[in-house]
């Protein structure tokens, strides 16, 4: 009996004792590793997983959350003033000037149009013709008399009050005095005076007309000089001034005209015109 009960204790015994000598488990060493290292060892290690299609969308969606978030920062803090300055002045379209007088951008009298047809097109206010003689001194102690004429008339709307005149010149009398009838006479000038009537608040200033129906139409002046604003292309001559706070001039010229009234004036007074006129002359007399 009491040895029954030593073999029990005796196996307890060297249980303990077995226990006490046996060594602990070793810490394992867990390795870290960066963003790219993990993606790629991740695929690497996994190679169904990159071929997932959840995943794949999943991705896809991030990066495109990205690349529009992008977009909406640069839109809103990455463009600076100057770049937002250009943008506008680059989607500024400037207007040609005009080549005659037009309303509503409509032309009504164009450079070089005879002068019945400019009065079949213009308003019932149109006043009577009225014909003038220019003497123009020229080289050589010649005088040129010079047919001109001009229309007035008188658009009145509910914010302007305009005068405008319309001038014409006669370049075929040069050539022949036999040439006089209406029909030799062709626009070259216009002037126009444009009063503004009392709007109240806010109140139009003839500033107000230069800078925005001009300066912010046809863009720089070619030259400001004696009041004026310059304006000038191959066709038309524009100028206009601010004669006071409720009264705009302006003056515009067709350069087409003013050439060939120069080469007419060449043609019939230069030395090699006169005499070429001389044996025009010559061919009436027979010997």
């Not at 002037?191 to 009537?197: N, S, Y």
Request: charged residues 25%.
């Amino acid at each position: 009996m009491i040895r029954i009960k030593i073999i029990p204790l005796t196996i307890l015994s060297i249980f303990i004792i077995s226990c006490s000598f046996r060594k602990g488990p070793e810490p394992e060493a867990i390795q870290i590793l960066d963003a790219e290292s993990f993606s790629s060892d991740s695929v690497e290690s996994n190679p169904n997983q990159s071929q997932d299609p959840v995943s794949r969308k999943s991705t896809g969606l991030n990066v495109s959350v990205l690349e529009e978030g992008k977009k909406v920062y640069s839109r809103v803090f990455g463009n600076t003033d100057l770049n937002r300055r250009n943008v506008v002045r680059s989607s500024v379209r400037l207007d040609p000037l005009p080549e005659g007088w037009t309303v509503d951008r409509h032309p009504v009298a164009k450079w070089e149009m005879s002068l019945p047809t400019v009065m079949s097109n213009v308003l019932d206010s149109a006043q009577s013709v009225e014909y003038w003689e220019e003497i123009i001194d020229l080289p050589g102690g010649y005088k040129l008399p010079l047919k001109r004429s001009k229309v007035f008339f008188q658009i009145i709307t509910r914010l302007t009050i305009e005068n405008i005149e319309l001038h014409f010149l006669n370049i075929n009398h040069i050539y022949s005095s036999t040439n006089h009838e209406p029909s030799h006479y062709v626009m070259n000038g216009i002037v126009r005076t444009i009063e503004l009537k009392p709007t109240g608040f806010p109140q139009l200033t003839s500033n107000d007309v230069v800078k925005y129906k001009f300066l912010m139409t046809y863009g720089t002046p070619k030259e400001f000089k004696d009041g004026f604003h310059h304006y000038q292309n191959d066709k038309t001559s524009l100028k206009v001034r601010e004669l006071d706070k409720s009264h705009v001039q302006i003056q515009m010229n067709s350069l087409v005209l003013d050439e060939k009234l120069r080469v007419a004036i060449d043609d019939m007074y230069s030395a090699e015109g006169i005499e070429y006129q001389k044996k025009l002359l010559l061919r009436a007399i027979d010997f």
